[in-house]
Structures are given as structure tokens and as C-alpha cells.
């Protein structure tokens, strides 16, 4: 499957974006799906995930109760949405896949099996 990210951008802090990930290649609901983001220097992190009805989310507790995720299975796409956006949640976003079959909703980013390229978000102070 391929993922196609988008909705990044530069935004001041308490604003709000809304990423997009169209996917493409596979059969959508075939795959759980996460976000993960990467600070200059520092790890890629987790962001949320969800599984692939849309029935059951995780977010990082850093994210709680500001983003959300869900998914639009009829269109192939996952979101985030993201309030209350703060300059530590600059950060360059990733959607990625995990396979679902026999499979829990991953956390981890080493559990995901495909990637997107990337879309940076920029939160000013």
C-alpha cells in the first residue's frame, strides 16, 4: 500500500491543523493505521493509531484530549486532527500501516509495515 500525507504546515501556537493520509495500492481496511512523529534530533515517536474499522483508537498521552484520529474507510484516508497545538508538537508527521489480520493496533513504530513520506508541521510561540 502507499501512503500519501498531507495537511502539514505553519500554524501559531493554540491553532489547530488537520492532517490527511490517502492510501492507495491495497485494501484500506486490511490495514490498521497510525501517526508517528520526528523532532529535529530526537526518535520518532508514537502519535496515535487505530484500528481498521475505526472502532478502537490509542493516543500518546502527550496528545490526549488536543488530537484525534480517525479514519474514512469509503475513501481511503486517515486524519488527525490537532488543537490546541503547541511549539513542542513541531515535528515532521508520518502516517504509516500495519497489516490487521491476526494483529493488534501497534504503538511501536517497528510493528508498521509501510510509510508515508512525511509532512512537516510547524507550530510558532
Known amino acids: 500500500v502507499q501512503l500519501q500525507a498531507s495537511g502539514g504546515g505553519l500554524v501559531q501556537a493554540g491553532g489547530s491543523l488537520r492532517l490527511s493520509c490517502a492510501a492507495s495500492?491495497?485494501?484500506?481496511?486490511?490495514?490498521?493505521m497510525g501517526w508517528f512523529r520526528q523532532a529535529p534530533g530526537k526518535e520518532r515517536e508514537f502519535v496515535a493509531s487505530?484500528?481498521?474499522?475505526?472502532?478502537?483508537?490509542y493516543h500518546a498521552d502527550s496528545v490526549k484530549g488536543r488530537y484525534t484520529i480517525s479514519r474514512d474507510n469509503a475513501k481511503n484516508t486517515l486524519y488527525l486532527q490537532m488543537n490546541s497545538l503547541k511549539p513542542e508538537d513541531t515535528a515532521v508527521y508520518y502516517c504509516?500501516?500495519?497489516?490487521?489480520?491476526?494483529?493488534?493496533?501497534?504503538?511501536?513504530?517497528?510493528?508498521?509495515?509501510?510509510w508515508g513520506q512525511g509532512t512537516q508541521v510547524t507550530v510558532s510561540s
Open positions: 504509516a500501516a500495519r497489516r490487521s489480520v491476526n494483529l493488534p493496533i501497534g504503538t511501536m513504530s517497528w510493528e508498521y509495515d509501510y
Open positions: 495500492g491495497g485494501t484500506f481496511t486490511n490495514y490498521h
Open positions: 487505530i484500528n481498521w474499522s475505526g472502532g478502537t483508537t
